[in-house]
């Protein structure tokens, strides 16, 4: 299989939902994989459309197979607006091959998560993960902790609500096509501390959708055989369009945001306590002597126990 990589060795013209491609704007493409990794939303190519591993039987095949528990499966039937919380329709009880048949009438988003431990899709969630390390030249090999894949099969129209991850992504269009909507964050103030603060400590919708984000968003209009890469806490949403939609994020943590989000949790307490705490990476010595502290804290906690 070949996703990204394959698109430096082609020599044909491509076409973009808005532009034609030319061998030597391609060149322009793999770059932004170096110098806009995790900094902005850039889009890319892909030919995954092409690997039967997508097709409808072996979805409803990953359906039967795949475990129901939370951290495998997550499954909302019904209609949810952009500000909707992950909680809004969410089913813990489904047979996924049910929930796929009938997706066309029932307005839903199931997403079959860890995909990397999937005896049939792992061989090629390493290599597309291998593919995104090698095109970014080493600015993600030292960062990452993990890495996984999810796989997110949706309704037609069916919104994906605004949110945030503290993961950094790269999301792949399969089947179908969709409106994707991302609030860069190196445009001015795209997350508020607090707002950060609130998920770290839990409230995975704590980044709240509005007009002034709407407009200053970025939107992708990502037909099959199209991506966009999604930095660590950037803001984003979609919408399908008229067909059932088939899309593979791939996604990595990475060591650096373990510091962010330590610092964002005690942040949160000590806003709590009304003080106005300097957010993380605006300061190191601030961050090191946090971190220290939390340290400090965690191993007295050991020592009791
Ligand atoms: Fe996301």
Redesign the pocket.
Known sequence: MSSLSSLDRRNATYVLPDRAITPASLADELLRFRTLYNVTSFPFRHDLYSSSLFQWRSLLELADRHPRDPAHLYCSRGRVSVDDRWSAHQELEVLPAEVLRSLCETDSLIMFKRLEEDHLFAPLIRSIQAEVIELTCGAMSDDIVVGRGTLLIASPGRI?AY???ADV?F?FQIHGAKTFSVTDSRQHAAVSHEELEQYFMGDLNAVRYDEDRRRRSTVYELDAGFGVH?PCLTP?WAQNHEAPSVAL?INFDLRSMNSVRRIYRLNARLRSWGLKPQPPCASSWRDHAKLTALDVLSSHRFLRH
């Open positions: 994906t949110h945030v991850d992504n999301l999604v984003h994020s």
